[in-house]
């Protein structure tokens, strides 16, 4: 009698658990279109909406790959130290990221700046690490302070491009 009810019972819970499964909600857009799973969505606040990320008047930028540099010639941020040195660059107007390569056996820090008389100190800029490439969007600075986090053994000569994309 006992092994007829055990069996009654686990087919119920089997049951219930499909039925579940088969009701399952995708997401949606708010005009009923189901929404693919490689897209940026966010919640509208209804139950299962959502609606791409950003607005016309804040628009959420992605960034796409590969990187493709606007121009030729690399910046290279030659021999550095502990000490900040200022390079000053120009960068294509249309550019909207760079791409460093970090060859150096010591992490590096790099500012950009508007301005030659801003100083860069172990607390502001951004820290690369060594032996690593990078691709960030830009500030479209006027010149990039860099300095190495320690004493390199060698020569630390990064690179930079811009661009756009990347990432």
Known sequence: MRRPALTLALAATLLVALTAQSSYEQ??????KGIIGQVIYCSTGKPREAAPCGSLAAPMNILSAPFRRLHSAPIRLKALGTTPKVFPISR?????????VVPCNVNIRLLGAT?????LTDDNGVLYLA?????????????????TTAEPTGDCTPEMHYGMGGG
């Not at 294509?92 to 460093?100: M, S």
């Not at 301005?115 to 100083?119: I, K, Q, R, T, Y």
Request: no cysteine.
């Open 92 to 100: 294509p107007a249309d550019a909207t990221t760079y791409r460093v």
């Open 27 to 32: 997401w949606h857009t708010p005009e009923g």
């Open 131 to 147: 032996g690593t490439d990078v691709t960030m969007g830009t500030s479209k600075p006027d010149f990039i302070i860099a300095k």
């Open 115 to 119: 301005s030659a008389n801003e100083v």
